[in-house]
């Protein structure tokens, strides 16, 4: 099925929108077809303030409002704790939120942004979606990130190159305690890099360490921001590593 056949036979629709790539065009699609949708953004200590905005954004460019709806992760025990399958158990808490107040607006079927690129074993959070029945139509319609891209250009949206961006969870090793102090700090120091011209990367932690993964063309753009770095992360962090295998 084609997304002009999914939104033909569901017209009425509650978009989980993240503000990447692919909810931004999901949500651009259903437009297009004229369907009844609502974009949802579940807001967590997990995401970093930009995403919020650049959801404000994207919805504003497409002339539609954005529903937020702040949940707090640090009253689930099981997430925090940061087990093998916190992915899941995250995923399944946003979404099942996130339907409960949909079905409350008044819409019956929930849609998310997955694509044909995102492989199922290797994403827990989709054994959630599937539990929960949220369709997913780019996924449906064979669509991969690379044509979603190339038609979110086309349509003219600005997410068209955005980098893929996972959560700031993902940067504490598994079994470590995630806290709301490391989580600012991480993206405080995601934040400095950012200002600094650094691209698509990740600040992981070791310990109290930060391991920076970059992309290999900007390792020498490291090198010459050596000391900005430094100063920009010692307020976090003990020690700054940068791996060299990049990202």
Not at 40 to 56: G, I, S
Not at 228 to 246: C, T
Request: glycine share 6%; proline share 4%; net charge neutral.
């Amino acid at each position: 099925m084609d997304l002009k056949g999914f939104f033909y036979e569901n017209p009425s629709v509650a978009l989980g929108f993240s503000g990447g790539v692919d909810s931004s065009y999901l949500l651009y699609a259903a437009l297009q077809n004229r369907a009844d949708v609502n974009a949802y953004f579940v807001k967590t200590r997990f995401q970093p303030e930009f995403e919020l905005n650049d959801a404000y954004k994207i919805t504003q460019q497409q002339g539609v409002n954005l529903t937020v709806i702040e949940a707090d992760v640090f009253n689930c025990p099981g997430i925090i704790e940061n087990p093998e399958n916190r992915c899941y158990l995250c995923k399944k808490f946003i979404f099942s939120t996130l339907k409960q107040k949909a079905l409350q607006d008044g819409y019956d079927l929930l849609i998310d942004g997955t694509n044909a690129s995102d492989d199922y074993d290797s994403r827990p959070g989709m054994k959630a979606l599937k539990e929960l029945s949220v369709r997913s139509p780019l996924r449906e319609a064979g669509l991969t990130k690379q044509e979603i891209r190339h038609l979110s250009k086309e349509a003219g949206l600005f997410t068209w190159g955005k980098p893929a961006y996972a959560c700031l969870a993902t940067r504490i090793p598994v079994g470590m305690a995630i806290t709301k102090e490391l989580l600012h700090k991480i993206e405080l120091s995601e934040n400095a890099l950012s200002s600094m011209g650094f691209t698509d990367f990740r600040v992981r932690v070791i310990e109290n360490f930060a391991k920076l993964q970059l992309q290999p063309e900007q390792l020498l753009l490291a090198i010459n921001n050596r000391e900005k770095i430094i100063n920009g992360l010692k307020p976090y962090f003990d020690s700054i590593l940068v791996d060299l295998a990049g990202r």
